[in-house]
């Protein structure tokens, strides 16, 4: 079993950025893809960016291409997600998820993610 805790969020202004962070124990961190996804009130859960087991590979949402970088530290079981020139609509609760599954890109579906932590809120305002 992997417990996932994020941190991180909070209110900031648009335009502003944040820095989450996701720590991982119980398994270890480098055997696992990472995902960032997020929840708005009223809409699905959908995905924001992912990262390899060895960080070389990674992919990002459309939305965010260009604002957010994923990354990790498998020597400190954590991963980050530094968030740029945010937006209202950026605004959700975000979820940390790792994915036991060994893919050259790693995968955008939420259901392919094993193990989600219990999320942290970002506010943009406007």
């Known amino acids: 079993q992997v417990q996932l805790v994020e941190s991180g969020g909070g209110l900031v202004q648009a335009g502003g950025s944040l820095r989450l962070t996701c720590v991982a124990s119980?398994?270890?961190?480098?055997?696992?893809?990472m995902g960032w996804f997020r929840e708005a009130p009223g809409k699905e859960r959908e995905f924001v960016a992912a990262?390899?087991?060895?960080?070389?590979?990674?992919n990002y949402a459309d939305s965010v291409k260009g604002r957010f970088i994923i990354s990790r530290d498998n020597a400190k079981n954590t991963g980050y997600l530094q968030m740029n020139s945010l937006k209202p609509e950026d605004t959700a609760v975000y979820y940390c998820?790792?994915?036991?599954?060994?893919?050259?890109?790693?995968?955008?579906?939420?259901?392919?993610?094993?193990?989600w932590g219990q999320g942290t809120q970002v506010t943009v305002s406007s």
């Open positions: 998820a790792l994915d036991r599954t060994v893919v050259a890109t790693p995968h955008t579906n939420p259901y392919e993610y094993d193990y």
């Open positions: 119980g398994r270890t961190f480098s055997s696992y893809a």
């Open positions: 990262i390899s087991r060895s960080g070389g590979s990674t």
